[in-house]
Structure formats: structure tokens, C-alpha cells
């Protein structure tokens, strides 16, 4: 069984590169949590034939998209649709924040915001996931880091999973994304940077809003990336925003090497 708090609960499904079960995580009455309840995802929708045939495999009889920025997808299994947040109440926020440079404040701020706001969503969410009586249910958004993260942490705390152990799973996704972050900082590909804040999907060509050519132009240890939101015209959508250091995940360019969907999506 896979050590608690492990990367090696993750689950390698091509297309994606942040998937873990939420299994073998210690409670706080000391025993642990299961295998094949709960899976967190980035965006499975990119998934390759191959990765869908080891969802299937991997008994996933309903998936849970918090998304609402792309449409539905077609799937194998059950699909439920809960969106939790929207474009308005981003930009509202991406405002709020502006200023704020401290990398745990600003997450803080952003998170308690979307919170607020959308409880009700969440709650709903949450019950999506825990609705089923058998099979496995994948949750996932665009990264699988925010939305995600939060539904997993309700998650794993009403399952008796202490704080601390939440937040090393919360870390794990870092270590899932760095690879293929560093690989397209190092690729030049910056100049298809969008705003770094807006949660939407990974870009998969230039944005054209006003902030890109700055985005373009900062240096990923930047504090002071460009905050405004895409305009509406945006060619793709923007993946969510990593951290206040400007390190947008933008995989488009990476995945259409790879031949699967990412590359056609627009």
C-alpha cells in the first residue's frame, strides 16, 4: 500500500499529469482512508483513448466537473456538472487582490472570497462526490489544484484526515505540475502567457487581452505579475494561476506533441 501522503498514490493516465487517489491518507482515530472512494484530477477532459480505457479500468463510475468555463465532454461514465465559481466573481476578486504580494495571504484571501460567495456550490459539490453508493468518483477542475483541492480537503476532513495531512496532499500537485511548468518556462513559450489569475483552462494559444505582452515580458520570479483579467476575445483560455510568481500552467503545446485532444481545442 502506497506510504501516506505519498506521490506514489498518484495515478499516471495519459493526458493528465495530477491525478492521485485519495486513499491510504492517516485519520485522526488511526486508521486510514480507502482506496478507490475518491480520485482528484486536472482536467480529464484532455484525457487520451489510453487514459480513458485506465479511468475505466480503474472502476471510476462517476466523474465530477467543478469547471465552468468549458462545456461538457463526452465520457463513459456518469457526468455531473458543478460549477463553482464564474468569470464576474473572478475578475471581482482578481481586483480585490491587486496589491497583495504575500503568496499565502493572497491564496488565503482568494480561497476565503470564493468560499463566501459560492457555499452553496460547494455544498453541492461536495455531495456529488459523496452521492454514489459503489464505484469509484473522480472530482477534477482545469488544474485539479484549487477547486479541487478545496473539495478534496472538505472531503478528507468530514473523512477524519487532519489538517496537516490535507495540506500535504494540497502540496503533492506542485510537485505533479513542476515538471511540465519548468519545461515550458525553459521552451520560450511565455509569449503565449495570459493574466495569471483568471482560473481558466490551460492556454493552448496566444491571449489576446492587453496584459499578455506584459505576462510575456516578466520573468518567472516576477512579484509583480500582470493581475487584469483576459478580455473576451481571449483565443483560449487561460490556465488558473499557479502562485504570485508568475507560473502560468500552460501544457497546449506539450500535450499536442503528444497527439492527444489538448491540441484542438479551442
Known amino acids: 500500500m502506497p506510504a501516506p501522503g505519498s506521490a506514489s498514490r498518484a495515478l499516471s493516465w495519459e493526458g493528465c ?3 492521485r487517489d485519495l486513499g491510504g491518507l492517516p485519520t485522526e482515530d488511526g486508521t486510514e482512508t480507502r482506496f478507490r472512494v475518491v ?3 486536472d482536467d480529464i477532459s484532455l484525457l487520451s483513448p489510453a487514459g480513458w480505457e485506465a479511468l475505466a479500468g480503474y472502476g471510476v463510475r462517476r ?4 469547471r465552468h468555463e468549458d462545456p461538457p465532454y463526452e465520457t463513459p461514465v456518469e457526468l455531473v456538472r458543478v460549477p463553482l465559481l464564474d468569470d464576474p466573481s ?3 476578486v482578481d481586483n480585490l487582490l491587486l496589491g497583495v504580494d504575500d503568496v499565502v495571504e493572497w491564496r488565503t484571501r482568494n480561497y476565503l472570497f470564493f468560499l463566501e460567495r459560492f457555499a452553496p456550490a460547494f455544498a453541492a459539490a461536495a455531495d456529488a462526490v459523496g452521492e454514489p453508493e459503489d464505484g469509484t468518483v473522480l472530482v477534477h477542475c482545469a488544474g485539479g489544484v484549487d477547486r479541487t483541492g478545496l473539495i478534496a480537503a472538505f472531503l478528507l476532513r468530514i473523512a477524519g484526515v487532519g489538517p496537516d495531512t490535507i ?3 494540497y502540496a503533492l500537485s506542485e510537485a505533479s505540475w513542476a515538471p511540465t511548468i519548468e519545461e515550458w518556462v525553459g521552451s520560450g513559450a511565455a509569449s503565449a502567457a495570459c493574466c495569471p489569475s483568471c482560473q481558466r483552462r490551460r492556454c493552448e494559444t496566444s491571449c489576446s487581452s492587453s496584459s499578455a505582452g506584459t505576462a510575456a515580458s516578466a520573468s518567472s520570479s516576477s512579484r509583480q505579475a500582470p493581475r487584469r483579467p483576459c478580455s473576451s476575445d481571449c483565443a483560449t483560455a ?5 502562485d504570485r510568481h508568475l507560473r502560468p500552467v500552460c501544457v497546449g503545446q506539450e500535450r499536442g506533441r503528444r497527439g492527444d485532444r489538448g491540441a484542438d481545442r479551442g
Open 167 to 169: 495540506a500535504e496532499d
Open 17 to 19: 499529469c495530477n491525478i
Open 63 to 66: 466523474i465530477v466537473d467543478l
Open 39 to 41: 480520485v482528484r484530477a
Open 238 to 242: 487561460c490556465a488558473h494561476e499557479r
Open 90 to 92: 473572478i475578475h471581482e
